[in-house]
């Protein structure tokens, strides 16, 4: 069992409103992606997921065993290494030191981490090594719920089709469910089962919408249909959700020749 | 010929490597490191020399009584050295500002946590801050000797309640410029509270706390000679009164001399070491 439900959660932030009654059930060994516009309340729903915001009001079931989490900026510990930010949760959990860093070694050879690389400090990893650090200090406590906060935004298209990669190798086995917040709409349909959409102030997930196939094995044409189809066959979908032609992979915008806005 | 790489760098990479091939690189690097360390030590070196030719120029000047030259300075310094007494002196001064600011820390430092995680206590404690950072440190030297007399805690009072407010303020900016992400980062892998401010907030307090130490020793040191000079309790403050008593201008220069050594000494042996290691993150994370 590795799924949550989150039932009617609201969350009010500096008397502001950011969520209103959002409920959404995800089910073990399920990846949703949640996206939504700005200030949607996408990574407020994430932070109450990963229990870091406790909700104003509403109520949480979690049934997994060990929940991790990847952020947007990879959040590594300045003063410490790759191999030391690895460990640093599995420490938090009561390993050792030494049996932290012999475990998170092993783990950063998963994400493909070059053993040179293990002594580095963040300040002189890149952008991509940084995210793969942060993958793998996730992956080092073995979760089954897995909740992904915007993990590639700042990284360029190639890296991040890398990376998508990666974490759908990581997921084949469906070793973890989770949750993958992002704002890029292709992003979102080839590593998640299902995409639910936030509206814009936070008032609810406005449906689930459930690409074609599988997750990984959905080709660039079918997930930009999808994308097509579900934003713009829908009015209320098409009004609610702002698509940023630069939050489209560039190939799928330049094939098919238009942008979002010029579409239906 | 490695590429481009600092002089510790240079000096590291020639430390390793069989004898021979070390000797050989040793003559090559010699020209450039001495180069090296023309730019490093030059400038400062030549603004000491500077110093010290305009201070012979003044002992030509004006003579011995008045300002000895410093060689005389330095000797009279090394015979203050070279007594059990000038150690007693230099000891207590050194003792005296080490445990002040240990009582700055504790009080200083415990309010600005507090005040630093607590909008309310910040908003308390703020005007108190100002005004006793207000207050001149002669203020400070003058009221304690009313109030406490010539004692050694009249001293340690002076020198905790003038770098005190001075932690206090540096601790609540430590707290507050912090990465609070990095805390959330910790609690979404289950961090209780504590280890979130143990593990991952302390270690960005103290790198930012580390600076403010510094200047509070330098002040913890001025104060602490001025109190005791005032007070004439033992230490570098009551034996530069003394040498004003004897008019002897030689000793009083040599403990001027010490003074600054000593500050010096801890300084560069201590606080810069444990700056740069509690640091060292800051700079390579730019």
Redesign the interface.
């Given at each position: 069992m590795s799924g949550m439900t989150l039932a009617t959660i609201s969350h009010v932030y500096a008397g502001r409103k950011v969520l209103d009654t959002v409920s959404l059930v995800i089910r073990p060994g399920e990846m949703v992606a949640l996206v939504g516009p700005s200030g949607s309340g996408k990574s407020t729903l994430a932070s109450i997921a990963a229990g870091i915001v406790k909700p104003t009001k509403g109520r949480i079931l979690r049934q997994y065993r060990q929940h991790a989490m990847v952020f947007q900026q990879a959040r590594l510990l300045p003063w410490a290494n790759a191999r030391e930010n690895i460990a640093f949760p599995l420490m938090l959990n009561g390993l050792r030191k030494r049996e932290a860093l012999e475990k998170a070694e092993s783990v950063a050879e998963k994400v493909a981490l070059l053993p040179e690389d293990f002594d580095k400090m963040p300040g002189e990893l890149s952008g991509g090594m940084r995210a793969r650090v942060a993958i793998a200090r996730a992956l080092g406590v073995a979760p089954d719920f897995l909740i992904f906060d915007e993990p590639f935004a700042a990284l360029d298209p190639a890296l991040r089709r890398r990376l998508q990669d990666l974490v759908l190798s990581l997921g084949q086995d469906r070793a973890f469910g989770g949750m993958f917040i992002t704002h890029d709409l292709a992003e979102a349909a080839r590593l998640a089962d299902h995409i639910a959409v936030l509206d814009r102030q936070g008032k609810g997930v406005l449906g689930t919408l459930t690409p074609p196939g599988q997750r990984g094995h959905r080709s660039d044409v079918d997930i930009f249909d999808f994308v097509q189809q579900s934003l713009y066959g829908d009015p209320l979908l098409s009004d609610l959700v702002h698509v940023d032609e630069r939050a489209m992979p560039l190939d799928l915008v330049g094939d098919a020749g238009l942008g979002p806005r010029r579409c239906c | 010929m490695p590429g481009y790489m600092g002089f510790e760098g240079r000096i590291n990479a020639l430390r390793r490597g069989p004898v021979r091939e070390r000797l050989v690189e040793w003559r090559e690097m010699a020209p450039i490191l001495a180069l090296d360390g023309v730019k490093r030590f030059g400038p400062p070196m030549l603004g000491l020399g500077l110093f010290l030719a305009t201070w012979q120029a003044g002992h030509v000047a004006y003579g011995a009584f008045i300002l000895p030259s410093p060689v005389q300075t330095l000797q009279a310094a090394f015979g203050v050295l070279t007594t059990s007494e000038g150690w007693i002196v230099l000891g207590a001064t050194v003792a005296r500002v080490v445990a002040a600011l240990a009582i700055s820390l504790l009080i200083g430092g415990f309010f600005g946590l507090l005040a630093g995680y607590s909008n309310f206590g910040r908003a308390m404690f703020a005007p108190v801050a100002t005004i006793l950072l207000g207050i001149p440190a002669t203020a400070w030297v003058i009221l304690t000797m009313i109030w406490f007399g010539p004692s050694h805690g009249a001293i340690l009072f002076t020198i905790s309640v003038v770098t005190g407010p001075m932690l206090y303020i540096g601790m609540v900016d430590a707290v507050l410029t912090r990465?609070r992400?990095?805390e959330?980062?910790?609690?979404?892998?289950?961090?209780s509270r504590w280890?979130q401010f143990s593990?991952?907030a302390l270690?960005q307090i103290i790198?930012t706390l580390a600076p403010v130490f510094g200047i509070a020793l330098a002040l913890g040191f001025k104060v602490a000679i001025m109190s005791e000079l005032v007070s004439n309790v033992a230490g570098i403050g009551a034996a530069l009164a003394r040498s004003r008593a004897h008019m002897d201008i030689d000793m009083a220069l040599a403990y001027v001399v010490l003074a600054v050594m000593g500050l010096l000494v801890i300084e560069h042996g201590l606080i810069r070491p444990m700056q740069r290691r509690v640091g060292?993150?800051?700079r390579?994370?730019?």
């Open positions: - | 990465d992400r990095l959330e980062m910790a609690a979404a892998f289950g961090a280890a593990r991952v270690r790198a060292a993150w800051k390579v994370s730019g």
